[in-house]
């Protein structure tokens, strides 16, 4: 089952074995795990964890990471034949752009 919350998003999974209902928050590089005896519980749970990420990220002074989205090739004017990644329709600094070899 798929979980949307604040813009954050994961996949609801449950353990067999154990019963556990659990996920990790998808498309961020921060690492934002849950668990929950219910699948109930585990949408909570979930909920609770990107606010508790949140607020952890303003303790800090930090920015939280956004949801990287889907990534696109877009040509680049200055490289030609060359292309670039960018994700989340934010544009990559100049310097992390690199051409990817086209077949």
């Given at each position: 089952m798929n979980l949307s919350?604040?813009?954050?998003?994961t996949i609801l999974n449950?353990?067999?074995?154990?019963?556990v209902w659990y996920g990790r928050v998808s498309s961020i590089q921060?690492?934002?795990t849950f668990e929950a005896t219910s699948e109930t519980a585990a949408e909570a749970e979930f909920h609770k964890a990107v606010d508790t990420y949140l607020s952890f990220c303003q303790i800090l002074n930090q920015a939280p990471n956004t949801p990287l989205g889907r990534p696109s090739l877009k040509s680049l004017p200055d490289e030609k034949p060359g292309y670039h990644i960018e994700g989340g329709g934010e544009k990559l600094h100049q310097s992390h752009r690199r051409p990817i070899a086209k077949k």
């Open positions: 919350y604040k813009g954050y998003t449950r353990d067999p074995n154990s019963q921060d690492i934002v």
